[in-house]
């Protein structure tokens, strides 16, 4: 049996690359995928960037807001949003602060690496040597909860 602690005192001060008032632990990595936690404080965030991995971000703790391309959304525990490769995301805090899980899984075929930060691209290569490059991905936000209403600043932040 393996116990992994993460919360207050196991995260990097640092965060993510590419994030502001962040702070991040890694749970578990491997060629499966990695499992990190990420604690937001009062205006903080990642900022947008694209992955060639697919993830999802899984809020657990407070709240505040998701970008998936141009689309942007509160959310608040419990609820998650799918990052799909190739698509820029982002997510951040005003007010409030906020915990989440970030799940992320490798690309399917060509190479299967998992990126910490950010990926801007990855080439596949192939058998006989060739690369495919990679192809644009499509993504959006999904319906229902809070995700699925536009944000409203009147409204202020989840909670």
Do not use: K
């Amino acid at each position: 049996m393996q116990i992994v602690r993460f919360g207050v005192g196991h995260r990097r001060l640092e965060g993510p690359s590419g994030s502001r008032n962040v702070q991040g632990q890694v749970i578990a990595s491997d060629q499966q995928g990695v499992i990190a936690e990420l604690a937001f404080g009062r205006h903080a965030a990642i900022a947008p960037h694209s992955n060639p991995n697919a993830s999802w971000f899984v809020v657990i703790e407070g709240g505040g807001f998701v970008q998936v391309g141009e689309e942007q959304a509160r959310v608040a525990a419990g609820e998650s949003i799918f990052w799909p490769p190739g698509v820029a995301h982002g997510a951040w805090t005003d007010q409030s602060q906020m915990r989440a899980l970030v799940v992320e899984f490798p690309a399917t075929g060509g190479a299967r690496q998992i990126l910490e930060g950010r990926g801007d691209r990855i080439d596949h290569a192939q058998p006989d040597g060739s690369s495919t490059g990679r192809s644009r991905g499509e993504g959006r936000l999904t319906e229902g909860g809070s995700a699925g209403r536009r944000y409203d600043p009147s409204e202020g932040e989840p909670m």
